[in-house]
């Protein structure tokens, strides 16, 4: 249990266009999930937070205009990247926490690596 | 504030030897701590936890971690590495009384366990 789905995994895009990556809980509801950029050999950054039903709260420095975030379901959050440009190419990781499960572990999805040309 | 130090970029042990990977938090109240292992462009996968109760936790692969109060530790420990225990492994703290479900990771360290 508690698998988490990104898709897609991998995405070559050219500059100027616009890239919506999924992020699905298989077998639990997940009213909070989170979205996460980690470059090469590096710690996964705290991108923002997706709420079911109201809007993303996203960490300093991080521009929401440019990332867009929807969780319009218990089970599915959106991260778009509008207008990417090749500094935008990055591993993109999502994580979700179940719903209810307040000691739990987070669980995380297989990422999706976007290379904008 | 919660934040994780991994003070070694890298570990690099024989296979059959001990593996320890080292880690240390701060935190302002009780700590849930966690590690996770993260393969070549894949996602992270959960090891272990420590919530509350034993401060020796088990989990998967044979890993286990030992929580230390006094030093704000949370090493990460296997009696005999494996090949394919070479991967990226991080160490990631949450505070409950946040009152939220963020991760604070640390910078990661790099297990290379040669044949």
């Known amino acids: 249990g508690a698998v988490v789905s990104q898709h897609p995994s991998w995405v070559i895009c050219k500059s100027g266009t ?7 809980s298989l077998d639990f509801q997940a009213t909070t999930m989170f979205w996460y950029r980690q470059f090469p050999k590096q710690s996964l950054m705290l991108m923002a937070t997706s ?3 109201s809007k993303a709260t996203y960490e300093q420095g991080v521009e929401k ?3 867009l975030i929807n969780h319009a379901s218990l089970t599915l959050s959106t991260l778009t990247v509008t207008s990417a440009h090749p500094e935008d190419s990055s591993f993109y990781i999502c994580s979700a926490n179940p719903t209810g499960k307040a000691t739990g572990e987070l669980f995380f999805g297989e990422g999706s690596r976007l290379t904008v040309l | 504030a919660q934040s994780v130090a991994q003070p070694e970029d890298q570990v690099n042990v024989a296979e059959g030897n001990p ?3 080292k880690c240390t938090y701060s935190v302002s109240g009780n700590p849930y701590l966690f590690w996770y292992v993260q393969y070549p462009n894949r996602g992270l996968q959960f090891l272990l936890k420590y919530i509350t109760g034993d401060n020796l936790v088990k989990g998967s692969y044979g890993f286990e971690a030992e929580f230390n ?3 704000t530790s949370f090493h990460l420990k296997k009696p005999s ?3 394919s225990d070479s ?4 160490c990631a703290v949450r505070d409950p ?3 939220d479900y963020k991760l604070s990771f640390g910078a990661g360290t790099t297990v290379t366990v040669r044949a």
Do not use: P
């Open chain 1, 18 to 24: 616009s890239v919506k990556i999924e992020c699905r």
């Open chain 1, 51 to 53: 709420n079911e039903g």
């Open chain 1, 65 to 67: 205009d440019k990332f």
């Open chain 2, 19 to 21: 593996l320890t990977v």
């Open chain 2, 69 to 71: 109060k006094s030093q």
């Open chain 2, 81 to 83: 590495a494996l090949v």
């Open chain 2, 87 to 90: 991967a990226l492994y991080f």
């Open chain 2, 97 to 99: 009384s946040l009152g």
